[in-house]
């Protein structure tokens, strides 16, 4: 495996359902990410962690729940999610996420989640 | 607040020349990217312009202006394979790291 994995791909589910999201990456980064695609919409920085320390969170909705257990996985934990919530879910990572330093995100291809 | 505008949809021919344009009104400024986004893949990397001036790389040219707050990507000779997404993104300096705003996407269709 190379760059950055997602997985799945594609999931559906209900408002009181829990899934997880799954991402990896293989380019030895230290900072990775979690943003929402909507359509017609700027992709939506959501979480940011650096060495394993979250550093940015958005505003984001407690109904998604960041982990991200070492430099190299980040999950997204989803509980009780509304439709409006349907988006396309990017992962991406880069070399740290240090003010002023140079920061080129590789992104994953996504999961497209469907709430029902 | 932070503030970043391109071009919803636009339309080339095969073998033209095309400039997607992006005006951002920011604070923080530390570069700016151009990444590409074919449909239900993950965005690419493009270019990255943080002086003012013009980047080439092959057939896709990437050009700054700081004092205007404005860039834009020139696609030359075009291809079918480039019809795609194109995302302006302003690297932002937080407190914390590096922020990417993006814009909302330049929608490019590559006709015959």
């Known amino acids: 495996e190379t760059g950055v994995t997602q997985t799945p791909r594609h999931l559906v589910m209900g408002m009181t359902n829990k899934k997880s999201l799954k991402c990896e990456q293989h380019?030895?980064?230290?900072?990775m990410y979690w943003y929402k695609q909507s359509a017609k919409k700027p992709l939506e920085l959501m979480f940011v962690?650096?060495?394993?320390?979250?550093?940015e969170n958005n505003s984001v909705p407690s109904r998604f729940s960041p982990e991200c257990p070492n430099s190299s996985h980040l999950f997204l934990h989803l509980h009780t999610l509304q439709p409006e919530d349907s988006a396309l879910y990017l992962c991406?990572?880069?070399?740290?996420?240090?003010?002023?330093?140079?920061?080129?995100?590789?992104f994953g291809p996504g999961t497209r989640l469907t709430v029902l | 607040g932070q503030n970043i505008d391109q071009p919803t949809e636009m339309t080339a021919t095969e073998g033209a020349i095309v400039q997607i344009n992006c005006t951002y009104q920011?604070?923080?400024?530390?570069?700016l990217f151009w990444y590409q986004q074919h449909a239900g893949e993950a965005p690419t990397f493009l270019s990255y312009?943080?002086?003012?001036g013009l980047e080439e790389k092959g057939r896709f040219s990437s050009f700054l202006s700081r004092s205007k707050g404005y860039s834009y990507l020139l696609l030359k000779e075009l291809q079918m394979k480039d019809s795609a997404s194109y995302l302006c993104?302003?690297?932002?300096?937080?407190?914390?790291?590096?922020?990417?705003?993006f814009g909302t996407g330049t929608q490019l269709k590559v006709e015959l």
């Open positions: 312009n943080v002086l003012d």
């Open positions: 380019l030895g980064h230290n900072a």
């Open positions: 920011t604070s923080g400024f530390n570069g």
């Open positions: 991406a990572s880069s070399q740290d996420y240090v003010s002023g330093n140079y920061n080129e995100q590789f």
């Open positions: 993104a302003v690297s932002l300096l937080t407190g914390g790291g590096n922020k990417l705003t």
């Open positions: 962690y650096n060495f394993k320390e979250q550093t």
